[in-house]
């Protein structure tokens, strides 16, 4: 065999394997996501009902749409809701509905309040003892999280509780820079270590990526002093309400609302 063509069997072999380890990947890919639109068994009559009528791309415009129909009867339902002693609310609540927590999401999903996040909240300022989201604000523009994080503030009542939890793209990526161990045990087997990256990013209809230092921005600038990285479990709440399936991947911070807030006019006179 001439070298040429000792050369030219390399490269085609090389070839081969590179388009079946991409083609491999790419109906891999479909499949877990096809896996993530498949109806839930925690998924409402209404939910379940849009997504065999409705393409995917419409789904969620479609529930924004039917949530604001019931606006007014979910505004009632939330004014009764609020009447309760040491309300909770749990943002964004998707599937995983929370025992003793207030739980807000679009129509569709299993909830006390069916509200769209985009809109204020539906309660009086300084109402509410504590606020979970989990794996929300990296479904919005920054720009609305950070809205989103001032309605916080503003419902909390002094002194209390905001626990957030958000994809750890921070840990991500500094394990892609690294030894890549972390990045692997999320997301093993990819053909190329940037493809899991680019999972975190682009996937699941995240919008915004969050590493410590940029959550604690957007806690600061909301009016939370001293947000605190939490550990999965680790609260001041009387007990954790972290998902046990996200523990892996979330960065969890927390905060209080101080007793005694700081006024834009105090802060005009420092």
């Keep these: 065999m001439r070298r040429g063509d000792y050369e030219n069997g390399r490269w085609q072999k090389r070839m081969t394997e590179a388009r079946d380890l991409l083609d491999s990947y790419f109906a891999a890919s479909e499949d877990r996501q096809r896996r993530l639109r498949e109806t839930k068994s925690s998924d409402a009559a209404a939910r379940v009902l849009l997504k065999h009528l409705v393409p995917v791309r419409y789904r969620g415009t479609g529930r924004i749409i039917l949530t604001g129909l019931v606006r007014r009867r979910e505004r009632r339902r939330a004014r009764l809701i609020a009447a309760r002693p040491e309300l909770r ?18 129509l569709g999903d299993p909830v006390d309040v069916a509200w769209n996040l985009a809109s204020p909240l539906p309660f009086d300022s300084g109402s509410v003892a504590a606020i979970f989201h989990e794996h929300l604000l990296e479904h919005l523009p920054l720009r609305a999280g950070d809205v989103l994080m ?7 009542r002094p002194g209390g509780i905001l626990r957030a939890g958000v994809p750890d793209a921070g840990r991500l990526i500094r394990s892609y820079a690294g030894d890549r161990s972390y990045l692997e045990e999320l997301h093993p087997g990819r053909p190329a270590a940037l493809l899991a990256v680019q999972e975190l990013f682009y996937w699941h209809r995240h919008r915004t990526m969050f590493d410590v230092e940029t ?24 007990q954790a ?14 905060a209080r609302k101080p007793v005694n807030p700081v006024r834009s006019a105090d802060v005009s006179e420092l």
């Design 89 to 106: 609310l749990h943002l964004g609540c998707g599937g995983e509905r929370k025992a003793g927590w207030t739980n807000i999401d679009l």
């Design 150 to 156: 001032q309605e916080c503030y503003r419902v909390l």
């Design 215 to 238: 959550l604690g921005l957007l806690f600061r600038a909301s009016g939370f002093p001293g947000p605190r990285q939490r550990e999965f479990g680790d609260t001041d709440l009387d």
């Design 241 to 254: 309400p972290d998902t046990e399936r996200r523990r892996a991947e979330t960065l969890y911070m927390e």
